[in-house]
Nanobody, 124 residues
Framework: QVQLVESGGGLVQAGGSLRLSCAAS????????MGWFRQAPGKEREFVAG????????YYADSVKGRFTISRDNPKSTAYLQMNSLKPEDTAVYHC?????????????????WGQGTQVTVSS
């Protein structure tokens, strides 16, 4: 089964940018839809962005539309989340996750494989 490792989190001022990476191993990366999720203390997990297996379709939560961009590089087995115009409310632990080919990749419950998460903190 696929294993996922996130990187790229950190502390940034409001209005700044970060790019998160999710490196996959032990699986056929191109056969998984990839998603980015975040969870802040005391809040429910939020589906931030998703991308289909071939990269031909993407999803964004309303809270990040126009600011975040999800992408994938299948030969490198890596997914990315480019985050621009960051706000303090974007502060959370960000996880990448994988949903198997053919699943309903727009549903959180379809993501069965998760990374350990990376902290993003946006200061005001």
């Amino acid at each position: 089964q696929v294993q996922l490792v996130e990187s790229g989190g950190g502390l940034v001022q409001a209005g700044g940018s970060l790019r998160l990476s999710c490196a996959a191993s032990r699986g056929a990366f191109s056969s998984y839809a990839m998603g980015w999720f975040r969870q802040a203390p005391g809040k429910e997990r939020e589906f931030v962005a998703g991308i289909r297996w071939s990269g031909d379709s993407t999803y964004y939560a309303d809270s990040v539309k126009g600011r975040f961009t999800i992408s994938r590089d299948n030969p490198k087995s890596t997914a990315y989340l480019q985050m621009n115009s960051l706000k303090p409310e974007d502060t959370a632990v960000y996880h990448c996750a994988a949903a198997p080919y053919g699943s309903n990749w727009l549903r959180l419950n379809e993501y069965h494989y998760w990374g350990q998460g990376t902290q993003v903190t946006v200061s005001s």
